[in-house]
Nanobody, 115 residues
Framework: QVQLVESGGGLVQPGGSLRLSCEAS????????MGWYRQAPGKERELVAT???????EYADSVKGRFTISRDNAKSTVYLQMNSLKPEDTTLYYC?????????WGQGTQVTVSS
């Protein structure tokens, strides 16, 4: 089993910043891909950002230039630095990883951007 524990969500004003963290534990092997997705009520889950084992990154167009993904392999942890937050960034954010044994998801952390 693999457990993903997210933290760092919360309420922030438009233009503000938050940093999400996700630590993986359990039967961790060589993690290939780590990332963040988000899902608003009634909508499909969408990619926010991913980072592979070589440090290669991918971002949704809507967050490019505002969000930065990084990972600490020694800690099996992925981070998402979110700057210049907008009300439309409000939703649940889910941590995600893939390794040899499959794909795993966290429980989600709420991000609310509101004045």
């Amino acid at each position: 089993q693999v457990q993903l524990v997210e933290s760092g969500g919360g309420l922030v004003q438009p233009g503000g910043s938050l940093r999400l963290s996700c630590e993986a534990s359990g039967n961790i092997f060589t993690i290939h891909l780590m990332g963040w997705y988000r899902q608003a009520p009634g909508k499909e889950r969408e990619l926010v950002a991913t980072i592979n084992s070589f440090g290669g990154t991918e971002y949704a167009d809507s967050v490019k230039g505002r969000f930065t993904i990084s990972r600490d392999n020694a800690k099996s942890t992925v981070y998402l630095q979110m700057n210049s937050l907008k009300p439309e960034d409000t939703t649940l954010y889910y941590c995600y990883l893939t390794q040899l044994t499959g794909a795993y998801w966290g429980q989600g952390t709420q991000v609310t951007v509101s004045s």
